[in-house]
């Protein structure tokens, strides 16, 4: 998960994506966490079925619950990033000024 902020959140989507939902790969052995889900309600009904201790599993769907939070904090940072940035292309824009030099220019010069 991408744990560190980065000003590619693009590249968090798809780190947040392969661990939610995508496929068993040679570094995700155990697959993806959807898969890691059904997997123990699989494991609970043959549990229950031989009429076992049926096990919770309360560290996946932890798991499944943290992820969402990630996605939550990176859908803001997104959210935050392309507002600001619009904000100052506008401002750049309508100000006709050249903010290397902090001067003035008529509006045509852009």
């Avoid at 590619?8 to 155990?30: C, F, V």
């Avoid at 904000?87 to 045509?108: G, H, V, Y």
């Amino acid at each position: 998960m991408p744990w560190e902020y980065s000003a590619n959140y693009e590249m968090a989507y798809q780190t947040m994506d392969r661990i939610h939902h995508g496929p068993k790969s040679e570094d995700q052995l155990h697959g993806s966490l959807v898969e890691i889900k059904a997997d123990s309600i699989r494991l609970n009904e043959m549990q229950e079925l031989f009429e076992l201790f049926v096990v919770e599993y309360r560290q996946v769907d932890q798991c499944l619950k943290e992820a969402r939070l990630l996605k939550a904090v990176w859908d803001m940072i997104s959210h935050v990033t392309i507002q600001v940035t619009t904000k100052i292309d506008s401002a750049r824009a309508s100000f006709c000024c050249d903010w290397e030099r902090q001067e003035r220019l008529p509006c045509n010069a852009l």
